[in-house]
């Protein structure tokens, strides 16, 4: 009798066993196959598609100054993502919503941190985008296009 | 013997309990801006979170929520009924990060960053796992609580759960872009991108030259849809898992991107644990007495 029991519970553990293994599969690579993307499950999304570099394009501020050197990538000197700016800019120039991108650099221009860095100081901001011209004797020359430009006095 | 009555080592699947447990519990104590960053910036709510109309709590809710984890972590660590709290863990880690999760989600997708799964998917699992309760911890030392010895089929599914988020990514590259992902221009524009956006000096060898690039297309697709597998293989794990290292701190150097924390640290609990039986071994096979 005892051994009929040992056996039927050795059988129930080994079912049960055989049902979490498959279980915890069955929902973690299904969930690849069907492309499942939210929390909990991961964002497969990142990094799939194909580009080429022809075609890449990103967006970043400059600052024009007569007293100072004209500078690009300030951004991060005001306390702004310059990776963060670039994924919304992009977002909204490519969609054509000249709206949002107006509210975006509306946003820094009014941050404390940029009207403190441009203190006394006449400049100009301007949102440009940068992409590919050549690669030539191991030097990346970039390809710069004024988008907008704003007068801080 | 089946594969399902295959025994391994008697408690590694408690010794990686405990380990993986210490590197999250490190890693959050580590990290307290998981609980006001949420707070400090805009956030858009999680797909299961807006689907069940679950609203952003305020942070002293928030601070309660990581206290719990950090409490309910830490007694699995212990090993004090370690399935009941590893299961209290996972729910709130799975709400706690869901919470954080919110910062990197852009209103216009579904998805969220992808560094946090595997401590979710890996405390779930542990959960579901017979013999990760054996070992506990007490003021005297480590000490048996059951007879149980740890499984093949429970270690070999932990290994399937890691081998997921690579095969995961690596499958989703080809099934979105087939092979132009692997022609080197893919990897050769993202690279483009980061150096133009933040002078990333390592992305700039990959744009100048193609054919490093092209290797490193080819090797990226190998490693996470077919040789992440070699982890399966007692002879190839070690091998894979500098590899994985290698890939993970190539992508911090180029892309800025830091898989190294939370994701590839739990991973490597896995491996630590078999560091921490050979050196079991070697204290007693020295130390007889």
Known sequence: MRHCQNQNSLYTSNVSNKVTFFSFILVFYGSIFLRVEYWPFTD?????????????????????SQSRNSREKFLEKIGFSAVG?????????????????????????SSKSFKSFVKNCPCKVQLIRKSLDRVEKNQIYEHKEVIRTYDIF | ??????????????????????????????????????????????SIFELFSIEKWSQATNWILYYSLIFTLFLSFLGIKSRVFLLFSTV???????????????????????????????????TAL??????????????????????????????????????????????????????????????????LITDNHYAKYLVI?????????????????FLVFGLLVPFLRWIIWISLFVFHYCIFLTMDVNFLTPHFLICSAYFFTLVLEKIKTFIRVNNPA
Not at chain 1, 90 to 109: P, Q
Not at chain 2, 32 to 42: D, E, I, L, R
Not at chain 2, 95 to 120: C, D, E, Q, R
Request: with cysteine; glycine share 4%.
């Open chain 2, 1 to 46: 013997m089946t594969f399902f009555e295959r025994e391994i080592q008697k408690n590694r699947i408690s010794y990686f309990r405990m380990i993986a447990i210490a590197f999250v519990l490190i890693h959050l104590m580590l990290n307290q801006n998981y609980v006001f960053t949420p707070y400090t910036q805009a956030t858009n709510p999680i």
């Open chain 1, 85 to 109: 700016f670039n994924s919304q800019i992009s977002r909204a120039f490519y969609s054509h919503n000249e709206v949002e991108i107006d509210k975006i650099l509306n946003s820094i221009r």
């Open chain 2, 130 to 195: 017979p013999s990760i309760d054996n070992i506990k911890i007490t003021p005297t030392g480590l000490k048996l609580k059951t007879n149980l010895s740890s499984k093949k089929w429970e270690e070999v599914l932990i290994l399937l759960t890691i081998c997921s988020a690579y095969f995961g990514a690596g499958y989703c590259k080809l099934a979105v872009s087939g092979l132009r992902w692997m022609n080197g221009y893919t990897l050769q524009a993202f690279m483009l991108k980061k150096y």
């Open chain 2, 209 to 225: 030259d193609f054919n490093l690039s092209l290797v490193l297309s080819w090797l990226t697709i190998l490693l996470e849809c």
């Open chain 2, 92 to 126: 709130l880690y799975f709400l706690f990060m869901g919470n954080y999760l919110g910062i990197a989600k852009s209103p216009y997708s579904t998805s969220v960053w992808h560094n946090h799964n595997m401590v979710l998917m890996l405390l779930s699992v542990m």
């Open chain 1, 44 to 64: 497969w999304g990142v990094f799939t598609y194909a580009y080429n570099p022809e075609d890449t394009a990103v967006f970043d501020l400059r600052l024009l």
